[in-house]
């Protein structure tokens, strides 16, 4: 009996895990000079917790990849925003409203440069924040289905044959 209160108490004391966030991945996302950027974000509650970006065409001092080892990342009301953290480049990607990012969704489109003049914001990447290429139409996000966390299954499994054991003795 001790035994068992001891585990009970155990897993009471277990942390439950958070809820992952909401990951969006890029598609079809092509710049002005025909590269591609590839990856995906993920989103929690109004902020990018994770991401991983890569660019198929890579310049001299380009990154070429954006992730959260190299680079920060910033939520405003109409972009997200990727600085690279060593060099001076910046990846862009504009939405008429990221609010919507924060629940599953249709396909969100990027605001591209043919779309609006050339003055509003546009989805992009530049170095010293001149743009240097642009979107230049398509791209769009596509989110993935919430997938509980492993250890929730555990916790939930450990449970099951706690009371299971608690009843046989019974």
């Known amino acids: 009996m001790k035994k068992t209160l001891f585990l009970i108490i155990t897993l009471c004391l277990i942390p439950l895990p958070t809820k992952a966030g909401i990951i969006w991945t890029l598609n079809d996302f092509t710049m002005s000079d025909g590269s591609q950027f590839s990856g995906f974000i993920e989103v929690d509650s109004g902020s990018v ?55 599953l969704g249709p396909n969100i489109e990027f605001v591209n ?41 555990i916790l939930s499994l450990m449970s099951i044959f706690l009371l299971r054991k608690l009843y046989r003795k019974q």
């Open 49 to 103: 917790i994770d991401w991983d970006i890569t660019n198929n065409k890579v310049y001299s001092d380009s990154p070429g990849y954006y992730n959260t080892l190299n680079s920060i990342a910033s939520m405003y009301s109409t972009a997200i925003m990727i600085n690279e953290k060593n060099t001076n480049w910046r990846f862009q990607l504009s939405i008429n409203d990221t609010s919507i990012l924060n629940s």
């Open 113 to 153: 440069y043919f779309m609006r003049s050339p003055t509003d914001s546009y989805s992009y990447e530049c170095r010293n924040c001149s743009p240097y290429r642009y979107s230049t139409g398509g791209g769009y996000l596509t989110s993935a289905n919430e997938i509980p966390e492993p250890s929730i299954f």
